[in-house]
């Protein structure tokens, strides 16, 4: 039986990178888990994904900006977010310390 | 673009049933919010799903059986468990109040 806790194993101080970890990968689903401690998406970078995304701010927080919106979308804990295949974002900001905590789930 | 937060609208004190609220289903995902005050899975009946399921306790507390293990699992805020198709598992206890929220993803 696969199971955890998202918010165990967090770094004690920020790190040079975010931190992918994959929970759960079989038949098309994968989920992981993402920790961000201050980074953000390189200026002028989106990510543009094959696959749809949703997303859920475990803990901490963020800024996320969607092509085509006027302004970020600010994420508190438990704000969750569904990104369509190529629909075009960038994180623009991430609480550093404690970190934030992402469950991304991709299908 | 579809959006929400998973703390938003529990009721303010304990309802006879469990709330499902769907929040995507497309192509064979599906993500639901599940809000317990208290309830558990009948006692001699089981779960047995067709579909993996990937649940998350995103508030409150529970304790959870695996068909075949001696003990309850106690999950607590953000324990997750990754229950493939036709495990049988009942829900044996949730907290009342504050909610219990749980995410589960359908696969």
């Given at each position: 039986m696969q199971a955890g806790n998202?918010?165990?194993?967090?770094?004690a101080q920020p790190v040079a990178n975010e931190t992918f970890e994959r929970l759960i990968e079989r038949s098309g689903l994968c989920i992981e888990r993402i920790v961000s401690t201050g980074q953000s998406t390189p200026e002028g970078e989106w990510y543009d994904q094959e696959r749809d995304e949703f997303v859920v701010l475990v803990a901490g927080a963020a800024r996320l900006r969607i092509e085509g919106e006027a302004e970020d979308r600010a994420l508190a804990e438990c704000d969750w977010v569904f990104l369509p295949a190529h629909c075009r974002h960038r994180v623009t900001w991430t609480r550093e310390d404690p970190p934030t905590v992402w469950l991304a789930i991709h299908c």
């Open positions: 998202l918010r165990r194993g967090l770094p």
